[in-house]
């Protein structure tokens, strides 16, 4: 039953995250490209002051899936940098933590290109 209780709080807090993006895009003229580089951001800045780390042991994938993981990845792998090489840590650990992700979306990407033909706007 354990099991089952960590897909249920992942989906939900997975969901909750989905939810507050399409709230934002249906009340606020903000684009979707903005509410990405703000969900990642939040990420970045809710890790560096401790209170992310809670919420990804509680809900494991549906914490570390959605952007605002991304952004916990990308502190993670900066505060890890800085502890191991100094301040070269800080250019280095979010590329170094991030790069099997960063990957993935572009052969994913280039994937999609090859086998999906484009059709201009209009």
Known sequence: MENVMNYVWAFVIGGGFCVIAQVLIDLTKLTPARILVLYVVAGVILTGVGLYQPLVDFAGA????????????????????LSERGLIGAFLGGLTATAGGITTAMVC????????????KG
């Open 109 to 120: 990407g280039w994937l999609a290109s090859v086998v999906f033909r484009g059709k201009p």
């Open 62 to 81: 549906g914490a570390t899936v959605p952007l605002t993981g991304f952004g916990y990845s990308l502190a993670k792998g900066v505060e890890k940098a």
